[in-house]
């Protein structure tokens, strides 16, 4: 024990006017985790039970022990009841991990995202499914799809959106030729760093990073590493592998890259516009219930003629249904024409928004519900 921790295990002050030991505290908190650990084996017990209730009542038929709208609504429900010091998303990270590792006892989960490790992808994947799960690192986001098609894996992270380059286009296109499902969304909120081996950015001669990334960046890297080169590498994970070989080279990434390459943080939030998110979709081949707070995304082609789109979407309008997004893309089977992602608000079993689901089918060529899914915490 240290001289310090000596002088405040004797007395502190107390708001009371009496006086708090320190050691006495930590003996409170060794107590306490102690009933946590008790706690947390007697549910993932619990969670062994619900196993094998699944499992007999599947007669040997394929099993979904992941059941994200049951982990929405308790992520929600922490939320509701948490009445601090801790942060509601603070309090959900501990309850997710909690979730990860009972699911881990009921069936070992393999999930793919855009590789190598340490990319926004791979923080975007450990976000959403804690870490628990075996996280499968694939070349392309063609990739992801063709693993999970071909049941490598049980569920695929692919990039759909981001805040300020737009759609991903070919998350887009391949959403229209894949037979699975949309099971849910992740939104990352992409927060670069500059990482490197040394200990100072006055021994930085290069920044390496993915084109995207440095352009991000770019006013920052003006005003600090004016004179300092600048090198476009394939993903910024490439960078940071690059990083831990050599002293003088800086990566821009983020936090997953800095802990699994341990690299040291330099400076933190480097990017120029802070509010920049990623948005992230779930691919997988099930069906989601409803969870009480749902997203639903469509494909739809509109009638090739004057007002076909705008007429398609009065049912939308007339039912109360919001729609939060729409792209188009051409349909790759006639020229000049375009297919319509659109996200709205609801499940697809919705009162409200499934008679509106059979009106869409009655007017447009082509209606497909890409899949319903737990909205993002």
């Known amino acids: 024990m240290s001289t310090d921790d000596q002088a405040y295990d004797e007395t502190l002050p107390s708001h009371s006017g ?22 947390l084996n007697t549910r993932a017990q619990a969670s062994l039970k619900v196993a094998r209730v699944k499992l007999a009542a599947a007669q040997g038929q394929p099993v979904d022990f992941y059941r994200p709208e049951r982990e929405a609504q308790i992520l929600k429900a922490v939320a509701s009841r948490n009445e601090g010091p801790m942060s509601d998303s603070a309090v959900q990270r501990i309850f997710r991990e909690i979730i990860s590792a009972s699911l881990a006892l009921e069936e070992p989960m393999r999930v793919a995202y855009l590789g190598p490790e340490g990319t926004y ?16 690192p694939e070349s392309s986001i063609a990739d992801i799809f063709q693993a999970v098609e071909a049941g490598r894996v049980r569920f695929g992270v692919v990039p759909v959106e981001n805040s300020t380059e737009g759609a991903i286009n070919l998350t887009l296109d391949l959403l229209t030729e894949t037979t699975l499902r949309v099971c849910g969304e992740s939104r990352l909120r992409i927060q670069h760093s500059l990482l490197s081996r040394s200990d100072s950015m006055n021994a930085i001669t290069a920044v390496h990073a993915h084109p995207q990334a440095l352009a991000q960046c770019w006013h920052w890297l003006n005003a600090h590493l004016p004179n300092v080169e600048r090198v476009s590498e394939s993903s910024n994970a490439a960078a940071a592998k690059l990083a831990v070989e050599t002293p003088g080279i800086a990566a821009i990434a983020g936090d997953t890259a800095a802990e699994l390459y341990g690299l040291n943080t330099l400076m933190k939030g480097i990017e120029d516009e802070k509010s920049n998110t990623t948005r992230f979709l779930i691919i997988g081949d099930q069906d989601i219930p ?8 469509l494909l739809v082609s509109a009638p090739h003629r004057p007002g076909g789109l705008c007429r398609l979407l009065q049912p939308l309008e007339a039912a109360g249904v919001s729609m939060t997004s729409i792209e188009s893309r051409p349909s790759r089977s006639e020229l000049w024409v375009y297919v319509f992602f659109i996200a709205v608000d609801g499940h697809q079993h919705d009162a409200t928004l499934a008679p509106v689901l059979e009106q869409l089918r009655e007017l447009g060529p082509q209606v497909k519900v890409l899949g319903s899914y737990p909205r993002a915490l």
């Open 121 to 136: 992808s791979h923080a975007a994947a450990d976000r959403h499914f804690g870490h628990a799960v075996e996280t499968v």
């Open 290 to 297: 409803p969870s009480g707070d749902d997203a639903t995304l």
């Open 18 to 39: 009496g006086s708090i030991n320190l050691a006495d505290i930590r003996k409170e908190i060794d107590a306490i985790d102690l009933q946590l650990q008790a706690l």
